[in-house]
């Protein structure tokens, strides 16, 4: 494995090298297989040789950067050299992720100029700046948060919840990567889809409120509004799968043919429609996901959750669907989210969640009727709602025939 790492890493430099006219100086093949070597046997021979290998490689780095300083040549030769060192030290001691560790510097080694590419032109400074956030949301406050319930009702754990945030703007983050990618064939429903993970009824209302103001816009908000269920369904499964697995496994069919209805809807409503890039922007917004429209949306899900439990422990079991109903008017997330954790908790039977699930979606989903005929115009909201209940009305018969 070690040789095999500075394999990889020395074809990687070796190339470099020759594509570089003032790479001759560089270290090549042979330098790489030889480190990996000596990090490997250094390690097989104990701590004396680790410290007088490690002297030797510090020592050979200085040189090399010594010599080099004068080129205007980054320092990346030298950290490839110490890494493969050290992973062939690692190599010995866990293999596996030696071999993997060692694939990840071959990799981002290789591809320089496409990430400087993806630095400096392709992501805007707001793009760059919410990737950090959401890097440091993963990476730093997660790990630090108690993956236990903090209230009496066993309901609140701060690190599903937390996950639930990531996981909103991983996922929204995703769609307008694809909505860059994709650009305006499959740009509407993508941005519509990316809406709808934050909010399906503001998105409707938003994309309302644009067919209003440009009535030619109308099939196009339509076919986002529609998406946006699409969004709906698969944030739904995310805040099961987080919250109870068991759940999610039950309600998986009656969510994939909700979406499926969603997505046939969406469809139909746009299928004469080729929108132009600007029409795909300015439904799309700006960034990839709002950081804290993420946060507050969890906000709302702890509040309706706790609200939720207190009310039914004060009404009894038999209250369950009328709870779920009203906290869907809220957010049918919210609404299943409080479903899941009872029965996660066993606070409630499956069926009783399953139930109060289907009335919290059925709430919501005349919602959001009412909303599209509110603040859009009639050809928007008859391409609207016909879609979206639709969509409701297929996941009650799966649930009911499941």
């Not at 990687?12 to 042979?30: C, F, I, W």
């Not at 050979?60 to 060192?85: D, I, K, N």
């Not at 079991?317 to 779920?324: E, I, L, N």
Request: charged share 15%; glycine share 10%; hydrophobic share 55%.
């Amino acid at each position: 494995m070690a040789l095999g790492i500075g394999l990889l890493i020395g074809l990687q430099r070796e190339r470099a090298k020759g594509r570089a006219d003032s790479a001759k100086g560089e270290p090549g093949l042979r330098t790489f297989l030889v480190l990996a070597l000596v990090g490997a046997v250094a390690y097989r021979l104990g701590t004396p040789a680790i410290l007088a290998a490690g002297l030797g490689v510090a020592a050979l780095l200085a040189m090399s950067r010594w010599q080099r300083r004068t080129e205007g040549a980054g320092p990346s030769a030298e950290v490839a050299m110490l890494a493969t060192f050290l992973l062939g030290m690692l190599a010995l001691h866990e293999c596996a992720l030696a071999g993997v560790l060692g694939v990840v510097v071959a990799v981002t080694l290789a591809g320089k100029a496409r990430l400087h590419a993806l630095a400096r032109h392709w992501l805007s400074e707001r793009e760059l700046h919410d990737l950090l956030i959401l890097a440091t949301a993963v990476f730093v406050v997660l790990p630090l948060l108690p993956d236990r319930a903090i209230d009496p009702w066993q309901v609140l754990n701060l690190r599903k919840l937390w996950q639930l945030a990531v996981s909103i703007m991983a996922i929204a983050s995703l769609g307008y990567i694809a909505l860059r990618v994709f650009g305006s064939r499959l740009g509407l429903g993508l941005a519509g889809l990316a809406g709808g993970f934050v909010s399906s009824t503001a998105t409707i209302a938003g994309m309302g409120e644009r067919a209003r103001s440009s009535p030619p816009l109308a099939p196009a908000a339509a076919s986002a509004g529609l998406m946006s269920n699409v969004g709906t369904m698969a944030q739904m499964a995310v805040v099961l799968g987080t919250i109870s697995p068991p759940l999610l496994r039950l309600l998986t069919m009656p969510l994939a043919v909700a979406g499926a209805v969603a997505v046939l809807a969406a469809f139909v409503s746009s299928r004469h429609l080729l929108a132009d890039r600007e029409q795909v922007r300015a439904l799309a917004g700006s960034r990839p996901f709002e950081p804290l429209a993420a946060i507050r949306f969890v906000a709302l899900l702890a509040g309706v959750m706790a609200v939720a439990a207190m009310t039914r422990e004060w009404l009894g079991p038999g209250s369950t669907a009328g709870v779920m109903a009203l906290s869907g008017l809220i957010d049918v997330h919210a609404a299943a989210a409080s479903a899941a954790q009872l029965d996660a908790v066993g606070r409630i039977e499956r069926q009783d969640a399953e139930l109060g699930i289907l009335a919290a979606l059925a709430a919501n989903s005349t919602l959001k009727c009412a909303m599209a005929f509110l603040k859009g115009t009639p050809a928007y909201a008859w391409r609207v709602a016909p879609g979206t209940l639709a969509m409701a009305l297929a996941f009650g018969v799966a649930v009911l025939a499941g």
